[in-house]
């Protein structure tokens, strides 16, 4: 049973040459750059002239780092 636990946490970072530890900092930092990029958005949403091409920099920045990312 604990074996079948531990399996939901590790299979898919072991799908992506990762362990647990390395996934959850690689997940947690692209998280926090989405957040980034979603309050640029809203900032830009409401004053359009501040952020005007930030969003889309951390979206392409991040699609570039996933796309290439060693698996």
């Known amino acids: 049973m604990s074996n079948q636990i ?3 946490f590790t299979a898919h970072p072991h799908s ?3 362990s647990y530890f390395e ?12 957040f980034l990029a979603a309050c640029a958005a809203l900032m830009h ?5 501040t952020f005007e091409k930030t969003a889309s920099g951390i ?5 570039h ?7």
């Open 6 to 8: 531990a399996r939901l």
């Open 16 to 18: 992506v040459d990762e």
């Open 23 to 34: 996934h959850l900092l690689f997940a947690g930092k692209f998280a926090g750059k989405l």
């Open 45 to 49: 949403a409401i004053l359009p002239f």
């Open 59 to 63: 979206i392409n920045e991040l699609h």
């Open 65 to 71: 780092r996933m796309h290439n990312r060693s698996k």
